[in-house]
């Protein structure tokens, strides 16, 4: 692969401009009115993935927003990977804190600046663009399929479906993954495991209109105040989640296991410092590695109720609402936490108020082991460009879609991701280091490369 680097340089330019013209789509699948934004990505990406060399690409329906099936067959002694990444992304609000147009992409001080710059669609395309040189070198020895879908930002709903019903289609040895990050630009990693998710939204109501605050204030429950005191009985002050039996299946690791994520590289200080805070915060007893990695959680993602607009409005509101995302780890049931929510924020809603807690979505953890092909590929792949020996880490986020793969396909994935936690997904200013895009360009054909030779 001598012309590996030089291919990438020649083509930098043309490269951007195709991945620029996925980011110009406001593919926000959370919202409605983006749903014209949604086919047209789809079919976006299926002129590129053409383009790039696949035999066959289709934009195939499902119950919610389509999915991108391409493919390139070589031969049945080859073995097969899928690549898996997702087109939609995340909402853009606050806008007002944006420093560029989310969806006019801007290179500046060497990182790319939009919303899914990172978060999925500059990590996604990289492997476009490697399966792109392999097949125009001739030294592509795997099949290549690639599926990406547009529900992952909302928990990948239809794609479960999909799968079922097209378990033929989707057979593959590894699915290949970039929607991960690494730990930093000197320090590569491979994401080991992910955690579950159980999301949902809850509504306390009061009174069955807004009431006049000093007329009704100390006579009536007001459920802004009634939904902060729920929540924050949730957890104690050792910053453990109260939720009756919510820990029963979390998989302890062992001192030993502990002791090993500790030798990953993690400045402290660094870390407070480009977050601007004083001090970390999490459950006693565990490391901010460990809290975001091995430990389940539990966070409010937004809150509204009563008036909120400019100036002052004396009201005694009749709803408060939040959004409470649960991170989950190794052998917690998704549905069943979700079910011991619902029953314990009922039972403790005082007699002044009625509740409603409503699902959303959410999915089960992933562990990916070390000792299988793809991941002695990857390992040698980051190595190979990075000059070092990747890390293996676990991820606090969740792509619950991983774990489904496994349970409807029975196939397992590497997750190689190129993001850095400063990258702001989810949050304005989203951006992507032009270094890392390049780098994992370059450092996907390897895999293909040492995978072929792995399952010969």
């Not at 087109?87 to 606050?94: G, H, K, L, T």
């Not at 005191?229 to 989640?241: D, F, G, T, V, Y």
């Not at 890392?436 to 040492?450: A, L, R, S």
């Amino acid at each position: 692969m001598e012309d590996l680097k030089n291919y990438i340089e020649a083509n930098k330019e043309r490269f951007l401009e195709e991945l620029f013209s996925l980011i110009r789509i406001p593919s926000i699948s959370s919202q409605e009115e983006h749903k014209p934004d949604m086919i047209r990505c789809a079919e976006r990406w299926k002129e590129l993935i053409l383009a790039a060399g696949a035999d066959r690409c289709e934009v195939m329906p499902t119950e919610g927003n389509p999915v991108v099936y391409g493919e390139k067959i070589l031969s049945p002694d080859y073995p097969t990977v899928l690549v898996y990444g997702h087109y939609d992304v995340m909402p853009v609000d606050p806008i007002e804190l944006w420093n560029t147009q989310p969806f006019e992409p801007v290179v500046r001080d060497g990182r790319i600046w939009a919303r899914g710059a990172d978060d999925d669609k500059g990590q996604s395309f990289m492997h476009a663009k490697a399966f792109e040189y392999m097949l125009k070198s001739g030294q592509l020895k795997c099949n290549v399929k690639f599926m990406l879908e547009g529900e992952e930002e909302i928990g990948s709903g239809s794609l479960y479906g999909f799968c079922e019903k097209n378990k033929e289609m989707l057979k593959a040895d590894i699915i290949l993954v970039s929607d991960t990050g690494m730990i930093a630009t000197d320090t590569p990693s491979i994401t080991t495991g992910l955690r579950g998710l159980s999301y949902l939204e809850v509504e306390v109501t009061g009174p069955n209109k807004d009431l006049h605050s000093g007329i009704f204030g100390g006579a009536v429950a007001n459920p802004i105040n009634i939904l902060c005191q729920m929540i924050a009985s949730l957890q104690n002050e050792k910053n453990e989640i109260t939720i009756p039996h919510f820990y029963d299946d979390v998989l302890v690791l062992s001192d030993e296991e502990r002791a090993l994520m500790a030798k990953a590289p993690f400045n402290l200080e660094e870390y407070k410092k480009a977050l601007d805070i004083k001090e970390v915060h999490g459950e006693e007893g565990y490391s901010t590695i460990e809290r975001t990695g091995i430990r389940p959680t539990l966070d409010l993602c937004g809150i509204w109720g009563g008036y909120t607009g400019e100036g002052s409005k004396t009201v005694l509101p009749s709803k408060a609402s939040a959004k409470v995302s649960m991170r989950l780890v190794p052998n917690q049931d998704s549905h069943k936490i979700t079910e011991l929510f619902q029953k314990h924020f009922e039972s403790i809603a005082p007699a002044g108020v009625t509740v409603k807690v409503t699902p959303s979505h959410g999915g089960e953890a992933y562990v990916s082991p070390i000792d299988m092909p793809a991941y002695k590929a990857a390992e040698k792949a980051y190595e190979t460009t990075f000059g070092k020996r990747p890390i293996p880490t676990r991820s606090g986020g969740s792509i619950p879609i991983i774990s489904g793969f496994e349970r409807i396909l029975g196939t397992k994935s590497i997750l190689m991701g190129f993001g850095l936690g400063e990258d702001a997904i989810h949050s304005p200013n989203e951006n992507y280091k032009l270094e890392h895009f390049f780098k994992g360009i370059e450092t996907i054909p390897y895999f293909y490369k040492y995978f072929a030779e792995l399952m010969k």
